[in-house]
């Protein structure tokens, strides 16, 4: 009997496709959407892909199709958008790029060679090109392309994709707006260790808005059945389907591999490792096949006609019969360019891992000897990464360690900074197995640590970066180069503050003492400029001490004003005796920055200018800098370094205006290029808070992460304040007034808090809250002893400090609450921030219901319950309500009848009274039956929980009536009206 080598039949997928195309009609309706397909190796993903992609051609929509590759940890930067603009190439012609072939060229190297003519002509320099404004035209790309008819994007094996890859995949997520554009990627769920890449990046994925995610499980018996009658043409013995069900678990790349590889029921004589499952078929090939397929997977999953002639060095007719065995065999399927794949990359993994120790040496230094010396023989932009892996695979060292430097410097140039990182790692792996290696590169090893930190600085491994600067501390000699080590130990104070182990105050003062006492010039002016900058977040004073010598410095040589732009900006900014905080000195170093064209410095001022802004209240001139900034730091391929900051300053000010959808997508971009440290929890507290005000589902989950930084050995005062900040508004959220009162206390524990009003005066705010709300005089008495203290120069601190106060006044206070939150309502409405405006006008509404003024409760209910709503600030918007029921206002704020009757009132006057029911039933000459209904009623209507709450209430909002007339005055008053009252029930 002839057993089909692959299935025909979908079996078991039909709700997985139903939601791909489900997608498809979303996008086409302009919609975009991304969906992530994940499953282990061989559950079926590829087949699902190729089922839906029938669907896609069907529907009349345009399918791209790209491969990550497995080239080992260095990976080859954007290998599957390379592979789906070759497409485009090669159906519409170089006029689809628009002119920017020069820039495409970075992903699809052969738009360099186009010949004269043939391409509009030529963009900025290859190298010139940043990453930014790349990923932009691939996104203006698909949405041109998508504008004639949708786009689907497959990205297969994600779970080999380098970081840049990752990273434009995640730009096309978020940037495709109104953009007929179906993104769909697939990876191996069997691949994502706990550390690997992708699972922080589809974590982040899953809380896109347009991303659906399915997940692949194994068949189950029946569908195992189901593909097994398939491939053998005939319904399977039951015992045969038993026993490949329980040896393959249901997976139907194994259960067509086992099925393939023996008779219709003799499948139970299979090997049972997957090792020989998966050599069963090969070795059914002829020996000359087999030859030539081991060859074929030391090149990888995919691999070129031309290159594999080139190694295996066979001729023609014999190599083109064993690829035929192998097509035939169904090991090797052939794609429309005329290259080869294996059919799947478990055969080409155990092929690769059968080869003989010698055999595996042998064929990898072919291939890169090959490469090497016709680079065009493997896809255009390939070569480097592809010539490192091999020559390392090869074990040969010396070819390994060179190829490894010049395929990270071309990592660098695409700012592939993660896989320059790995490559440079490699080249210190190597260093002690090549004794000329120092000849070789050039470069001693203390220089390859160096370069090896800046990348991984700038990758954002900072764990790594710190451990690289013990590294080269202990290989320089601080007496012969003490720049060099001067700025090592800067690199490394910097780094403890930033992974909070530290403040790292140590190193950077003997990084000054170093520097202080080197030979002058530019570099050491730049070393103390770099030393100041990091010293302002630990001593203010003794940076400005640094500074003044670095300015003084450059005075003297006539230095340029830009290398020095980190001290300017740390140092002057930050001026208390200037009204602006230096702001006039950022605009002039931002305008000299610009002028020069130093990306870096401008970034840098952008930095800062936006952080100044906020302070001053200028929220909307924030929000404008920090967005310019996070484009320039896009541009220049520096978002997860200095860029990042930019990213959360934006989400701070779009906070503060109202902005909060766009502050959420804007901390979801931050979440997505995961700024590393400390530089990731501004963003995260700022995301924590906005959710919890919002009552987001995923609110504790974010607190949780961002109180756990409180648990370092050190935080920075303007984090850690914040985190203060954010711990008590949780507990206020969740009604915990035992842990608000203690998160409370530890916050004001803070040394810093007095001399830090930016980040203390909120902490005050919430602390003053929680005091109030547990009755804890103590914790009143503090924060408002601090309040005494602490300072006042910007308006949002003006503001906070008159809501403590309104807040401490209390709500027995008459007259004087109301006027204390009437204060606090107009110094936020100066602000501009309409959040803690209507927050202020919820306790205006409150005071003014106890003074009686029942208009302005109205008026201001009104507009809280406004901004509540605009912002899907859920719990204040249920606050208001519940006033405006407690005080018998309408939905829309507008009076409406009371919500007590007038016995209810006299009621609720008694209990305030302390009165029981019984007591409460003989003064009022009712049935205790009929007074117990009364206090239920109130209890329901004042949406509290007992009477106790009920006679709270009842005096924070004026709901009490005065004491009726005792029976001897209602009788005379009854005489003097002609009329008779009983003592009898009313």
Not at 152 to 168: K, Q
Not at 194 to 218: C, K, M, N, S, W
Not at 678 to 695: K, N, P, S, V, Y
Request: aromatic content about 4%.
């Amino acid at each position: 009997m002839t057993v089909r080598a692959a299935s025909t039949v979908l079996v078991g997928r039909q709700p997985e496709l139903a939601v791909l195309r489900e997608a498809l009609a979303r996008a086409r309706g302009g919609d975009p959407t991304t969906v992530l397909v994940g499953g282990e190796a061989g559950v079926g993903k590829t087949r699902l892909i190729e089922e839906f992609g029938a669907h896609v051609a069907a529907a009349g929509a345009r399918l791209l199709v790209g491969h990550c590759l497995e080239l080992g940890e260095a990976g080859l930067p954007f290998a599957p958008f390379a592979a789906a603009l070759r497409d485009v190439l090669r159906h519409d012609g170089p006029t689809v790029f628009a002119g920017y072939e020069a820039e495409f060229a970075r992903l699809l190297p052969e738009l360099a060679r186009m010949p004269a003519g043939a391409a509009a002509p030529a963009g900025p320099a290859l190298a010139d090109t940043p990453r930014g404004y790349l990923f932009d035209l691939v996104a203006d790309l698909f949405r041109r392309i998508a504008e004639e008819r949708p786009l689907v994007l497959v990205i297969e094996d994600l779970h080999w994709a380098d970081r840049s890859t990752r990273d434009l995949i995640g730009f096309l997520v978020r940037a495709a707006r109104a953009t007929r554009l179906l993104v769909v990627c697939t990876y191996r769920t069997d691949e994502l260790h706990r550390g690997h890449p992708l699972r922080p990046f589809l974590a982040e994925l899953d809380r896109v808005r347009g991303v659906d995610r399915i997940e692949l499980g194994r068949l189950d018996h029946d569908g195992t059945a189901a593909v097994l009658a398939d491939l053998l043409g005939a319904e399977p013995a039951a015992r045969a389907v038993d026993d490949v069900h329980d040896r393959t678990q249901g997976n139907p790349f194994f259960i067509e591999e086992l099925a393939a590889a023996g008779g219709p029921i003799g499948c139970a004589t299979i090997p049972e490792t997957l090792r020989d499952l998966l050599l069963a078929r090969v070795d059914r090939l002829t020996e000359p096949a087999q030859r030539v397929l081991r060859i074929a997977a030391a090149g990888g999953t995919r691999f070129a006609h031309q290159l594999l002639a080139e190694v295996a060095g066979l001729p023609e007719a014999e190599l083109e019969d064993a690829l035929r065995a192998a097509v035939a065999g169904q090991l090797v399927v052939a794609d429309p360019d005329g290259d080869y794949e294996f059919r799947h990359a478990l055969v080409r993994e155990a092929v690769h891992d059968d080869l003989l120790p010698g055999e595996h040496a042998r064929l990898h230094a072919r291939y890169a000897a090959a490469i090497e010396a016709q680079p065009h023989l493997v896809a255009a932009g390939r070569a480097p990464a592809e010539i490192a892996h091999h020559w390392y695979a090869a074990h040969d060292h010396p070819r390994a360690l060179t190829a490894a430097r010049v395929a990270a410097a071309a990592a660098a140039e695409r700012y592939a900074y993660a896989e320059q990182s790995r490559l440079l790692e490699r080249v210190l792996e190597l260093w002690e197995l090549v004794p000329d290696a120092a000849d070789r590169l050039g470069m001693d090893h203390l220089r390859v640590l160096e370069e090896t930190l800046t990348a991984a600085v700038t990758a954002g491994d900072l764990g790594r970066a710190l451990t690289l600067t013990r590294a080269a501390l202990a290989e320089v000699d601080s007496t012969a180069e003490p720049l060099r080590a001067a700025a090592l130990l800067d690199q490394r104070g910097r780094l403890l503050a930033l992974l909070g182990k530290s403040d790292g105050a140590a190193e950077l003062r003997e990084a000054y003492r170093l520097a202080a006492g080197a030979p002058g010039g530019a570099d050491r002016l730049g070393v103390l400029a770099d030393i100041a900058a990091h010293l302002m977040k630990v001593d203010p004073g003794e940076a400005a001490s640094v500074a003044a010598e670095a300015m003084a410095g450059a005075a003297e040589i006539g230095s340029t004003d830009l290398a020095l732009l980190p001290t300017r900006i740390a140092v002057l900014h930050r001026t208390e005796d200037t009204p602006d905080l230096g702001l006039a000195e950022l605009r002039r170093v931002e305008a000299r920055a610009r002028a020069a064209g130093d990306s870096r410095a401008l970034v840098s001022a952008l930095v800062f200018l936006s952080d100044v802004l906020y302070e001053l209240g200028r929220y909307a001139e924030s929000e404008e800098a920090a967005a310019a900034g996070v484009s320039e730091a896009r541009r220049v391929g520096i978002s997860r370094s200095i860029g990042a900051y930019l990213l959360s300053n934006r989400a701070e000010a779009l906070i503060a205006l109202g902005r909060w959808d766009e502050a959420d997508d804007t901390c979801a971009e931050a979440a997505r290029i995961d700024p590393p440290g400390m530089t990731g929890l501004h963003w995260l507290q700022l995301r924590a808070g906005l959710r919890l005000a919002r009552a987001h589902p995923g609110a504790d989950e974010l607190v949780g992460r961002a109180l756990a930084f409180l648990g370092r050995p050190y935080l920075w005062p303007n984090h850690r304040l914040p985190l203060h900040e954010l711990r008590v508004e949780a507990a206020l959220a969740a009604d915990d007034k035992v842990e608000a009162v203690r998160a409370a206390c530890a916050a004001l524990a803070d040394a810093h808090l007095a001399d830090r009003p930016r980040e203390g005066w909120p902490v005050l705010h919430v602390a003053a809250r929680a005091a109030v709300l547990a009755g804890d005089a103590a914790l009143a008495g503090e924060v408002s002893a601090l309040a005494a203290v602490l300072p006042v120069r910007h308006p949002a601190e003006r503001a906070h400090r008159a809501q403590v106060a309104a807040i401490l006044t209390g709500p027995g206070a008459g007259g004087e609450a109301l006027g204390a939150w009437r204060s606090a309502v107009a110094q936020w409405r100066e602000t501009g921030q309409p959040y803690p405006l209507a927050r202020a006008l919820l306790g205006l509404a409150e005071a003014a219901a106890a003074a009686g003024e029942r208009d302005e409760v109205a008026a201001a209910v009104r507009e809280a319950a406004e901004v509540a709503d605009r912002l899907g600030a859920t719990p204040l918007g249920e606050q208001v309500a519940t006033l405006a029921r407690r005080v018998g206002l309408r939905g829309t704020g507008r009076p409406g009848p009371d919500l007590l009757t007038s016995r209810e009132r006299e009621v609720l006057r008694l209990v305030a009274e302390g009165h029981s029911n019984s007591r409460i039933a003989e003064r009022l000459f009712i049935s205790p039956k009929t007074a117990s209904v009364h206090v239920s009623r109130i209890i329901a209507k004042l949406d509290v929980t007992n009477r106790v709450e009920a006679a709270a209430l009842a005096h924070r909002l004026g709901l009490l009536d005065p004491p009726p007339p005792a029976p001897t005055q209602r009788r005379a008053a009854a005489a003097r009206s002609g009329r008779i009252v009983s003592d009898g029930r009313s």
